[in-house]
């Protein structure tokens, strides 16, 4: 059974511009989960998709956003990037119901502002 | 926001002895959970211990929740090189959210 997979595993973008990453969970599960990791910290909990669904949101700003499809894939997109942003991204999926369940993480994908 | 607090930040010990990482959370929560970490890699998932449990094993972990003092502990008995890692504690809130802490840096040496 395949894993999470995320795409691109490296992102290099210049201050200002948009990035876009992708997450395609374990077949069967309808949660998806994206998560921020700077560097040697901590997960910061972005967004919970549920069923097409944004369930959950963290405390980041609106130019953080993303989507999930029918296949329950997602999207995360970041405008108007700034330094900070860089980090690793994490996506993570679960059977859905409650944003409880045990996770099932992809590799992420390293995000590089410049 | 995060709800679980992982002690220490970070432990070092040698191959063959036993490693205790603790948990301590705010609010009520329906189940606690486990995650490792290897460097600059994605989190996978060891152990769910339920709120109604107090404590589970599999293989060489064991961890034990007491709700009372919101609190859990991981052991990881006759350490590895290869369990070099961090250690993350995530809560299941009754709310249908989940918090990771800050987690805990492994080192064991060979």
């Known amino acids: 059974e395949a894993g999470v997979t995320q795409s691109p595993t490296h992102l290099i973008k210049t201050r200002g511009q948009q990035a876009t990453l992708r997450c395609s969970p374990i077949s069967g599960h309808t949660s998806v989960y994206w998560y921020q990791q700077a560097l040697g910290l901590g997960l910061q909990f972005l967004l919970w998709y549920d069923e097409g669904e944004e369930r959950n949101r963290g405390n980041f700003p609106p130019r953080f956003s993303g989507r999930q499809f029918p296949n329950y894939s997602s999207e995360l997109n970041v405008n108007a990037l700034e330094l900070e942003d860089s980090a690793l991204y994490l996506c993570?999926?679960?059977?859905?119901?409650?944003?409880?369940?045990?996770?099932?993480f992809g590799p992420g994908t390293r995000l590089t502002v410049t | 926001s995060q709800q679980g607090e992982e002690d220490p930040q970070a432990l070092s010990i040698q191959e063959g002895e036993n490693a205790t990482m603790n948990c301590s959370y705010k609010t009520s929560i329906n189940n606690l959970q486990w995650y490792r970490q290897n460097s600059g890699r994605g989190l996978v998932h060891l152990i769910l211990?339920?709120?109604?449990?107090r404590e589970k094993h599999s293989g060489r972990l064991r961890v034990t929740l007491d709700t009372s003092k919101k609190s859990s502990s991981l052991l990881i008995t006759a350490s590895r090189a290869a369990d070099t890692a961090s250690y993350f504690c995530a809560t299941g809130l009754n709310n249908n959210d989940m918090r990771f802490g800050a987690g805990t840096r492994l080192t064991v040496k060979p």
């Open positions: 993570a999926s679960s059977l859905g119901g409650t944003g409880t369940q045990s996770r099932y």
């Open positions: 211990i339920r709120s109604n449990e």
